[in-house]
Every structure is written in C-alpha cells, then in structure tokens.
C-alpha cells in the first residue's frame, strides 16, 4: 500500500481485464482524462462521495496544468516512439507512468477524500457520468467491470 490510496485503487482497477481498453475508448473519443474518470469511480466506490460537476471542474483544474505541460506530451513522445526506438519508448513509457502517479497525488491531495464505508457502485458511475454527458458505451462497459460482472 502507498500512501494514496485512489493510486492503489487505480492500479488495481486499471490491471483488469477490459478496463484499460474502455478507459481509453473514454479518452480518444471523449476527451475524458483517464484519472480523473478513476478519481470519480473512487470517490463513490471507496469513499462514498457523490459528486457535483463543480466538484469535478475544481478537481479537474487542480491537475489540468500537469496534465497539459507534462503527462500530454510524454504520451505524444511515448506513442510517436513506439513503433521507431523500443528504449526509448519503454523509458517514456515509465515516464508517463510516474507522471500520472503524480497527478494522482494531486487528485487526491485536492479533493480530501478518505476512504469510508458507504460507497457504492452506484455512487461511482453516477460520478463518472458528469465526465461523459451522454454516456458512451464504453462508460457502460467500465461500471459493469467495475461492479464485476
């Protein structure tokens, strides 16, 4: 265990089976920061909070300059390496990696959260929903993994 507890969590969900290939369906399609859309489904399932979208426009600005000065462009630098220089890729591959752990510090650090009984996966998905007005299948697909089914 680290000492955030939503970067265990995120691990956690995002090793299973499907659940990367719906989060970054979010991402390209969406626009959806992934751990931010992670944030959402920790803060209703671990830690029984429902969101407001002023909660998660705040949360979300709190990292939004990281996201764009850093995390963007290691992943541009990651994905345009991948088929060209197999070191290079695998180095800004853990570069983004620790990257987003650090925007994870900060997401957790920012919204104050612990984890507490009464979260649910209703919670989650309902706050996931506010990053995806419209829903997505891909959204549908994420809370049915994150309920295990």
């Known amino acids: ?8 969590f995120s691990l956690a969900v995002y090793g299973r ?3 990367p290939a719906c989060c970054l369906a979010l991402q ?6 992934v751990n931010v859309l992670l944030f959402a489904a920790w803060a209703g399932l671990h830690c029984g909070i429902r969101l407001s979208a002023e909660d998660l426009a705040r949360t979300d600005g709190a990292v939004a300059g990281w996201r764009d000065e850093v995390v963007r462009p290691l992943r541009a630098l990651r994905r345009r390496a991948k088929t060209e220089d197999d070191a290079f890729y695998r180095r800004m591959k853990a570069a983004e990696l620790e990257a987003e752990r ?3 510090d900060r997401l957790f650090a920012a919204g104050g959260f612990t984890p507490q009984a ?3 996966l209703e919670l989650a998905a309902a706050n996931m929903a506010l990053l995806v007005p419209g829903g997505d299948p891909a959204l549908d697909e994420l809370v049915e993994l994150l309920a295990g089914r």
């Open 1 to 8: 265990m680290s000492a955030n507890p939503f970067w265990d």
């Open 17 to 19: 089976p499907g659940v």
């Open 28 to 33: 390209d399609r969406c626009g959806v920061d």
């Open 102 to 104: 650090v925007q994870q």
């Open 118 to 120: 009464g979260g649910g």
